[in-house]
């Protein structure tokens, strides 16, 4: 089973800042078959980044995917008062054994 | 637009069987290129994935849960149900529903991401 290790654990920044999250696995993820989600309180999760970087329908450019191997980043350059949520990563490159990460939380400053 | 919604009993009593049901709309839960799922958050943690079915009946599931799960799919309603038996307190959590879009790579159904979800379910596990 592939661990995901995403941090830091909660990150406090203020509108208009970027944000840097990262999500490091205990083995390469094979073809860089790793996803991003943001959860809101009360909400289910929304798929944000699949493949490492590509952007799912409807979501806005800030959001970004980048990385490979074992160590893969999301990036929101300018954060809007909505992205303060909780992030997750979650990897299929060891499919049909799926992993999440434990979660990033983005707080206001 | 393909939706997913769960349905089923809050509360469980220690040692018996959670059975939850998603009903698909918007897409058919016989499409060739998709699994079918199940996630669930306990109370203020993360994510942990169950396991998921295909439509004809191939199946994969979470090692840690394995021997307490079953997944199954009824085409004619368009949903897939979710069992999970000798439930305790530590099964209490939000479960969701959701469809995993799939490729074939050397003959093999790999799975992908999650996309959409459910709204959630809270699920009790007391007595």
């Known amino acids: 089973e592939i661990v995901l290790t995403q941090s830091p654990g909660t990150l406090c920044l203020s509108p208009g800042e970027r944000a840097t999250l990262s999500c490091r696995a205990s083995?390469?993820?094979?073809?860089?078959?790793l996803a991003w989600y943001q959860q809101k309180p009360g909400q289910a999760p929304r798929l944000l980044i699949y493949g490492a970087s590509s952007r799912a329908t409807g979501i806005p450019d800030r959001f970004s995917g980048s990385g490979s191997g074992t160590d893969f980043t999301l990036t929101i350059s300018r954060l809007e008062p909505e992205d303060f949520a909780v992030y997750y990563c979650q990897q299929y490159g060891s499919s049909p054994a799926l992993t999440f990460g434990g979660g990033t939380k983005v707080e206001i400053k | 637009q393909l939706q997913l919604q769960e349905s089923g009993p809050g509360l469980v009593k220690p040692s018996e069987t959670l059975s939850l049901t998603c009903t698909v709309s918007?897409?058919?839960?016989?499409?060739?290129?998709?699994?079918w799922g199940w996630i669930r958050q306990p109370p203020g943690k993360g994510l942990e994935w169950i396991g998921s079915m295909y439509y004809s009946g191939s199946s994969y599931y979470n090692p840690s849960l394995k021997s307490r799960v079953t997944i199954s799919v009824d085409t004619s309603k368009n949903q897939f149900s979710l069992r999970l038996s000798s439930v305790t307190a530590e099964d209490t959590a939000v479960y969701y529903c959701?469809?995993?879009?799939?490729?074939?790579?050397?003959?093999?159904?790999?799975?992908?991401?999650?996309?959409?979800w459910g709204q959630g379910t809270l699920v009790t596990v007391s007595s």
């Open positions: 918007g897409g058919s839960i016989t499409s060739s290129t998709d699994f």
């Open positions: 083995q390469s993820v094979s073809s860089s078959y």
């Open positions: 959701a469809r995993t879009p799939i490729t074939m790579v050397r003959g093999i159904m790999v799975l992908h991401w999650f996309d959409p």
